[in-house]
């Protein structure tokens, strides 16, 4: 009896993470803003705003984020923010991720920045998600255009 008790729980263990996917759907990450809060000789701080739309009929909280940043296809930074967002069910949030990067970095794309051109940029990293079925880590990757929001 026990041998079988012990049987079931091992495959539930096994197969229950697998049935997430069920009841969860993957979240999607868009970016829709850029903008400068802080420029000096030495560096700048950017503030991207990633839309974040969650297709589930239940909330999601975002605990955490690691990313890394390009800007036509030069990495210009990485960075990580542990502070939680809800997400409410079917809906989307604007979710703000600050980058400091120094001016050596940037390179021509800082002149682009200021040219008003359209830009190149890609954003992925590395959510970590909790919902009501369980903490689900979600690898993203978004590739898209911009221009400066002045």
């Given at each position: 009896m026990k041998r079988s008790a012990l049987l079931t729980l091992l495959v539930l263990l096994v197969v229950l993470p697998s049935c997430t996917s069920w009841f969860f759907e993957k979240p999607t990450f868009a970016f829709k803003e850029?903008?400068?809060?802080?420029?000096?000789?030495?560096?700048?701080?950017?503030?991207?705003?990633?839309?974040?739309?969650?297709?589930?009929?239940?909330?999601?909280?975002?605990?955490?984020?690691?990313?890394?940043?390009?800007?036509?296809?030069?990495?210009?930074?990485?960075?990580?923010?542990?502070?939680?967002?809800?997400?409410?069910?079917?809906?989307s949030t604007l979710v703000q991720i600050p980058l400091q990067t120094d001016l050596g970095k940037l390179g021509d794309p800082l002149l682009l920045l200021f040219s008003g051109k359209e830009l190149r940029y890609k954003i992925e990293g590395a959510a970590l998600i909790k919902s009501t079925v369980g903490t689900v880590p979600y690898q993203f990757s978004h590739s898209d255009k911009f221009n400066l929001k002045r």
């Open positions: 850029v903008s400068i809060t802080r420029f000096s000789p030495a560096d700048v701080n950017l503030l991207f705003g990633v839309e974040v739309k969650n297709p589930n009929s239940y909330d999601l909280n975002l605990l955490s984020v690691e990313y890394t940043i390009s800007i036509n296809d030069r990495e210009v930074g990485k960075g990580k923010t542990d502070k939680e967002v809800k997400i409410g069910k079917v809906s």
